[in-house]
Structure formats: structure tokens, C-alpha cells
């Protein structure tokens, strides 16, 4: 099982900035993912980044988020640009054993608590 704690999120303006943290121990993994979660709404996948640095978006954050890893410290970032209110939702950080970048849920073994991240409008 893989330890995953998320920070940095919080209440921003429309067309700001936030940037998420998720810092991992435990046992190896390959990928890391960011996911979210509006209410009312299924988990879906924002963006991963994998071992070799490749990365993965979904069409609706592609532009505007970036997804980085710093493995000296274990901690995956994601900084969000030109924020949107469709972009409000709890932001939830996800390791996979996978060595590609998987955009399912299900194919992310370890979990961390959550994020929330409000745009307003």
C-alpha cells in the first residue's frame, strides 16, 4: 500500500492559480494520478504523470494544468491555471502499479483523503 497526503487546495477566483501537493511513501509505484470529484458527480481523471516523466491530461485541464514530479521527495505537483468553476471539486491524488498512465479509477490501487478546490465564479 502506497501513503498519499494531498495539500494545497482552497478558495480561488476565476482565472487564478492553486498548486496541489501529494507526498508518497510506502511500497513502489509507477504512476501517480490526479483525479476529482464535483458533487453529484463520478471521480474522473484530471492528469497523471508516470516513472519516466510522461504525462497525461484530460481535453478539459489540457493548457491550463501542469503535472510535475519531484522523486528526491517522493511528491507529485499539479499546478492549476486559469482556474474555472467546473474545475470545483474535492481533487484526489492515486498510485498505480501500472507502467503506463491509466485514466480509470479502478486502476489506481492507493487513495489519499482529498482536496477541496472551490473557483469561484
Known amino acids: 500500500q502506497v501513503q498519499l497526503v494531498e495539500s494545497g487546495g482552497g478558495l480561488v477566483k476565476a482565472g487564478g492559480s492553486l498548486r496541489l501537493s501529494c507526498a508518497a511513501s510506502g511500497r513502489t509505484f509507477y504512476t501517480l494520478g490526479w483525479f476529482r470529484q464535483a458533487p453529484g458527480t463520478e471521480r474522473e481523471f484530471v492528469a497523471g504523470i508516470n516513472r519516466s516523466s510522461g504525462t497525461r491530461y484530460a481535453d478539459s485541464v489540457e493548457g491550463r494544468f501542469t503535472i510535475s514530479r519531484e522523486n528526491a521527495k517522493n511528491t507529485v505537483y499539479l499546478q492549476m491555471d486559469s482556474l474555472k468553476s467546473e474545475d470545483t471539486g474535492v481533487y484526489y491524488c492515486?498510485?498505480?502499479?501500472?507502467?503506463?498512465?491509466?485514466?480509470?479509477?479502478?486502476?489506481?490501487?492507493?487513495w489519499g483523503q482529498g482536496t477541496q478546490v472551490t473557483v469561484s465564479s
Open positions: 492515486a498510485a498505480s502499479r501500472l507502467n503506463w498512465i491509466a485514466v480509470l479509477v479502478g486502476q489506481y490501487d492507493s
